[in-house]
């Protein structure tokens, strides 16, 4: 009996404990001020712990649903919107979306469905722990989020030189977004395009969304683009040129990095697609940096 009574007491105890600890980490919550639902929708909220300076946090929002996709990059349309909370003070969100997926173009044969979570663009919000992040979302759509948090270490900006000239041999590009190699392409490495024709070759559209969202258009008349194409990964890569010009005997000097993060579902094949002026003749140079 009195083992038994010790078990009880202990069980207790832990949960005062929790309870207490819990306590201390959040803040005590009143979100009866807010409007109710509104039909077809639902209420959620989020409620961060305490934090000693809470200026250095912020909170990133994710407002989507699962969806059975291809290997496409996938986004869900839509907005959240703020709203304020009439004689709080407080603001709410409401989300406005029909449900509908935009996403590249890309051909995935042979690839089967998979269940991913697709969003609408994130939003990145204050961190208060003493106050609720509400949102209304659409019944059938989920709300995800992310903690972030500053270092400490704070670093400082590097000031312009303005008496530095231009080197003397660069050459004026414009990236080309908005583009994907196409599977069927086995041609790898760096060459030139001169035509549209041949860039529909190699490179398929992949419109988005936003006012950039097109893929970037080529005066052919007057330029020309080169392609630097990567073999394919699964790892999420991004390449950036640090310099584009000519060399001693004028051929075309491409100095650039890679960088690999993440690894995707999917296996994509990394490119530069620049357009330049049609004088620049030379041969490519490349140069991983």
């Known amino acids: 009996m009195m083992k038994t009574k010790s078990i009880i007491l202990g069980l207790l105890m832990m949960f005062s404990l ?8 959040y803040e005590k919550l009143d979100i009866k001020m807010f409007p109710q639902a509104k039909e ?3 209420q959620v909220y989020i409620q961060v712990p305490k934090e000693k300076n809470e200026t250095n946090f912020r909170v990133e929002i994710f407002v989507g649903k699962e969806a059975m996709l291809d290997c496409n990059s996938h986004f869900l349309m839509g907005e959240m919107e703020e709203k304020n909370l009439n004689g709080w ?5 409401e989300v406005k979306s029909k449900g ?3 996403g590249t173009m890309m051909a995935c ?3 089967p469905l998979k269940k991913k979570f697709v969003h609408l663009q994130p939003q990145l919000l204050r961190y208060n722990s003493k106050l609720p992040i509400v949102i209304y979302i659409p019944k059938c759509f989920i709300v995800k989020y992310k903690i972030f948090k500053a270092q400490e270490k704070m670093m400082e900006a590097t000031t312009v030189d303005n008496t530095a000239k231009a080197t003397k041999n660069s050459i004026d590009y414009t990236y080309l977004k908005n583009y994907f190699v196409k599977n069927d392409i086995e041609r790898i490495g760096a060459f030139k395009i001169k035509t549209q024709k041949e860039l529909d070759k190699y490179f398929g559209a992949a419109t988005v969304m936003g006012k950039d969202g097109k893929p970037t258009k080529v005066d052919f008349s007057k330029q020309q683009v080169i392609a ?5 990964t699964n790892k999420l890569t991004e390449l950036k040129v640090i310099s584009l010009s000519t060399d001693v005997n004028k051929n075309i000097q491409l100095n650039y990095s890679v ?4 690894e995707q579902s999917f296996t994509l094949k990394p490119y530069i697609l620049l357009a330049l002026d049609k004088k620049h003749t030379g041969k490519i140079i490349l140069k991983e940096q």
């Open 18 to 25: 929790n309870s207490f600890a819990q306590n201390m980490l």
């Open 40 to 42: 077809g929708y639902e």
């Open 89 to 93: 003070g407080y603001q709410y969100y």
């Open 100 to 102: 509908d997926i935009g």
């Open 109 to 111: 044969p042979d690839m």
């Open 228 to 232: 630097n194409i990567l073999n394919a």
């Open 259 to 262: 960088t690999t993060g993440a």
